[in-house]
């Protein structure tokens, strides 16, 4: 599913901004607008790696402006760290990607950074299942029940078995969702999943990371989150495949390095 594409591009108009220290490693990350809580969360996993973290921002057009969407994206991809090198990007709109398809997205990127690996939420998550070795999962998102069914339909159709699903009707994407970790851990022991291997939380507008390990331990399952998977399948794509302790099991065990 993911692919590895190789050049870089110049040029643009999305507002981008760069952060963090020296590093090998610099990932791009384009963000929906409204969505401030990806970025902290990408921000806050990647620190101990001392990533570069390049940020654009694009207008979140889910209905009948799908062209418009991807143009925005290759727009904000040309503008990345303007032009020069970078060892990932990842677009972090979950919805958006499922109505225009992870390998349109794809195609998107390439346009203009052939030489470079991408990834999505959607994209991220289900390497990190396959990581994982779960095949069967229970899921969570901050979505409308229309949304949510969207969703589950999409992750059904690539081959994962929901066990068990629910909602939490807290926001959508480019909107902020704060929930205390407190009600998250309450609506995950809610859920049955004696069958499931996993939990997936998705959602890049939840901001997971410092919860991860207690939810793990409430639940007694490994945890995939829309941020800590998103930013573990870009550390992985960039080469890096060292454990990342502190951020759940799928962070703190060594991988390949070329994950699927």
């Not at 001392?50 to 418009?68: D, F, M, S």
């Not at 994206?73 to 020069?84: C, D, E, F």
């Not at 960039?238 to 065990?253: H, I, K, T, Y």
Request: charged content about 20%.
């Amino acid at each position: 599913m993911m692919k590895k594409q190789r050049t870089a591009g110049a040029g643009g108009s999305a507002r981008v901004r760069a952060e963090g220290r020296k590093s090998g490693i610099q990932i791009g990350l384009i963000a929906i607008a409204g969505d401030e809580a990806i970025t902290a969360e990408l921000r806050q996993i990647l620190a101990p790696r001392r990533v570069k973290l390049y940020v654009a921002h694009v207008p979140n057009q889910l209905e009948g402006a799908a062209a418009a969407t991807t143009g925005d994206i290759v727009n904000a991809a040309k503008w990345l760290a303007l032009g020069q090198p970078i060892s990932t990007i990842a677009y972090a709109g979950t919805l958006a990607t499922i109505a225009m398809g992870e390998e349109r997205i794809g195609r998107a990127l390439s346009e203009v950074r052939p030489a470079t690996a991408w990834t999505t939420p959607v994209s991220a998550a289900l390497a990190a299942l396959r990581q994982l070795g779960a095949r069967r999962i229970a899921l969570l998102s901050p979505y409308s029940p229309a949304s949510h069914r969207i969703l589950a339909g999409y992750i059904r159709g690539r081959g994962i078995e929901i066990v068990e699903d629910a909602y939490l009707d807290v926001g959508e994407d480019g909107s902020p969702a704060v929930l205390s970790e407190t009600v998250l851990r309450s609506r995950l022991l809610d859920l049955r999943r004696a069958e499931a291997h996993a939990i997936l939380i998705c959602g890049t507008s939840l901001r997971m990371g410092g919860m991860i390990e207690k939810l793990e331990a409430s639940t007694g399952l490994p945890m995939v989150a829309a941020g800590q998977a998103l930013a573990w399948h870009c550390l992985r794509l960039s080469g890096d495949v060292e454990p990342l302790p502190g951020f759940g099991r799928l962070l703190n065990a060594a991988a390949p390095s070329t994950p699927g």
